[in-house]
């Protein structure tokens, strides 16, 4: 292989993984200034890289492109305004695309050291996933002990660790999930109150179990219809955390509105008088407008890594080779915890 190149896994159209992506050579990326050049032992996955690969999220670069939010590896060089000290770290890191290669470059501020032993899976969990969980719950909507707290998708990458830091704060947390055995792994985590999805109407069941209560805060990657039915739960005081759109089926604009109308209409006034909020959460705009406050976070889950407060579970490590495969797994909705590959 040259020295000067590398392997990656391009987009060359929308569609299903297995007939878009192709593993291809390309240039190995040169750090600008206050970048970092790392040399990737592997990478994570999220459900953004399943909706970019299907054409439906709009902050994808234009095709052909590499994909990818996050690496795991070590840095090997580093550009004007990045610390030499750098060099020879073992990181974890968050991308802006490109993170689908055997190196990749980032700014050297969105690099945390990790420690050699950790596994591949864990530290790419404290990337993206890792970052908005703890964003969503310790900077965005803060939790406070004994709040009723519903986490939606919550056997996933960001679900279980938002279910991790709710329980860690005191809270009685409803986790929505699907199949025995998320329920199980979900109670061994703490949650109070699992969710199955596959008995019915989740809604219903969340109600059932409120007694009449509702609830202060929840976490919803799902969107279209969970919204209103969310709403309904919410008391006063209480916060929504959309982050997510798994319920988007569509491709173009018809699938975008049927999206857009299954999630309602809301009055901000009516808002105001419930005393309820409706955050909405985007890691990639906080990346652009706060880029400190993201490399905050990503210093702040490796540490919590460290305490033992954040234990991500990882659901497989598929060969590098294997991504189209890993994509389909992901999108399938059967995965327990975080998706990752190993070059």
Known sequence: MNPSTMQTWTLTAHGEPSSVLELQQRDKPEPGA??????????????????????????????????????????????SGSPATLIGKRVVAMTRFGGYAQYAITDHSAMAEIPETMPIGEAAALATQGCTAWY??????????????????????VGHLLVQLAVAQGCEVFAVASGKEKGDYLRGLGAKHVIDRTRGDYAAQVRTLLKGNTLDAIFNAVGGSSFKKDMRMLGGGGRIVLFGGAERGGIGLFGTLRFVWRMGLVVPIFLMMRSQSILGLNMLRISEGHPQLLAECQHAVVRAYREGTLKPRVHKEYPATELPLALADLESGRTVGKVALRW
Not at 48 to 68: F, H, I, N, Q, T
């Open 136 to 157: 969503a719950a310790r900077v965005l909507c803060l939790l406070r002990k004994g709040e009723r707290v519903l986490v939606h998708s919550a056997a996933g990458g």
């Open 34 to 79: 206050n970048q970092g050049r790392i040399h990737c032992e592997g990478f994570g996955l999220n459900y953004a890289d399943v909706m970019a690969v299907k054409g439906l999220y709009r902050e994808a670069p234009p095709l052909p492109s590499v994909l990818g939010y996050e690496v795991v590896g070590r840095v090997e060089a580093v550009g």
